[in-house]
Structures are given as C-alpha cells and as structure tokens.
C-alpha cells in the first residue's frame, strides 16, 4: 500500500525566511511524485512533478527534490502570499492511476 | 491553466435527498477523476475514468455513483444523502500518457454539508 507522510503538519516562517518541507513516500514503483498548493476552499493548484532520484524543479521561489525515500519543497525568502498548505502525491506503477496524497503542510508566512 | 469547472460551489441540503454534483473540463482529456478530502485530512480517491463509458471505483469505499456518457462531463451521484456523506468533493482530470501528460488537474471543488 502506497503510503505519503508530510512534515512538518504545520510551520509558521517570518517574511524572508527560507525553510524546506518534508515528503516521506512508500511505494510500489514510483512513477511520479506531485506538488500542489491548495488555498482555503480552493482545490490543489500544480506546482511540480518529479520521477526519479536527483531531479529538481524551480518555479519561483520554490524548488523541489526528490531521492528515492523522499522529496523536499524548498521555499527561499517566501512571501506572505505563498502562505497555502502544501500537498504532496504519489502515484504508483501498479492500480488505479490515482494520487495518494499526505495530509500537507499548513504554511504561514508572516509579513 | 486548468479549465475544469465544478458546480455547485457549495450545496446545504437534508437527509434522504438525491444530489449530483457535476465536473467538466474543456481540455480534452480522457482520464477524470473524483477525490473526497474532509477538513485537514488527504485527499481519497473514489472514482475514475479513462474514458466515455468507463468507470471504476477507488481506493476509498464510497456511497457515490458516477457516470462518463461525455468526454468532458463527469457527474458524481447521491442516491440519498446523510451526514456522513458531509465532506469536500474534488474533481480532476489528466490526459493518457506517460510523464507531464499524467500530471493531474483539479477543479475548484463543491463543499456539501448534509443536515
């Protein structure tokens, strides 16, 4: 069974403060590992899709990582409007196409 | 930009009525998807499709029903509603294929809360 775990659940940061969030995956044959912002009742927006060990991705101030145990969102000098609670999924080789998902991270930048 | 559409937004309604909420998308894809997320827990994936008369269920037992009579539509069904149905809705879409081409779409979402 699939598994996603996030940390922290939740992380409150000052304006400028450049920080990481954690995603720890079990899976059965990884063929893609997912970012996504959600905002209060809004739906996942995409950030990022990662497949395999080393690769990165940069969009703004925002990068990703991935290893084969576990992937990190790394935010440098945020904003106050990068504040969303940040969801990591996985889908695997075998089943369903669909995404497990962690629980995410509650991030707060405060101005 | 993702043009996927969910209505409605939000939806208050009683015990043992029957509701559908509905999703479309304009982008052609042949995968959709329903997911259900209740306030600060993962989202669950409860049925998909990979096209026109295709549909399966997901890994979270659901009461729901869906049907995909149009590429674009995908309309998920409440017999009869009751609290424990209470919860977030979310749609998404994808196309077929491997890497950037999986990558899944979603809708704004319909909050139901069932009295």
């Known amino acids: 069974e699939d598994q996603v775990t996030q940390s922290p659940e939740a992380l409150r940061l000052q304006e400028g403060e450049s920080s990481s969030l954690n995603c720890s995956y079990t899976?059965?044959?990884?063929?893609?590992l997912f970012w996504y912002r959600q905002d209060p009742g809004k739906g996942p927006e995409f950030l990022f899709t990662?497949?395999?060990a080393g690769e990165e991705k940069e969009k703004e101030r925002l990068k990703a990582t991935l290893t084969k145990k576990e992937s990190f969102l790394h935010i440098t000098a945020p904003k106050p409007e990068d504040s969303a609670t940040y969801l990591c999924?996985?889908?695997?080789?075998?089943?369903?196409?669909?995404?497990?998902f962690g629980k995410g991270t509650h991030l707060i930048i405060q101005p | 930009e993702a043009d996927i559409y969910q209505t409605p937004r939000y939806l208050v309604i009683g015990t043992g009525k029957k509701i559908t909420l509905e999703c479309s998308q304009t982008?052609?894809?042949?995968?959709m998807y329903w997911y259900q997320q209740d306030p600060g827990m993962e989202l669950h994936l409860i049925h998909y499709?990979?096209?026109?008369?295709?549909?399966e269920k997901g890994d979270l037992s659901s009461e729901s029903t869906v049907s995909r009579i149009r590429t674009e539509h995908f309309p998920l069904t409440l017999e009869s509603a009751r609290p424990s149905h209470t919860s977030q809705y979310l749609c998404?879409?994808?196309?077929f294929g491997r890497g950037e081409q999986e990558t899944q779409y979603f809708g704004p979402g319909t909050r139901l809360l069932v009295l």
């Open positions: 999924a996985v889908q695997s080789g075998g089943g369903a196409d669909g995404l497990t």
């Open positions: 982008m052609g894809h042949d995968k």
């Open positions: 499709s990979y096209g026109v008369n295709s549909t």
């Open positions: 990662l497949y395999s």
């Open positions: 998404a879409s994808s196309e």
């Open positions: 899976v059965s044959g990884l063929r893609g």
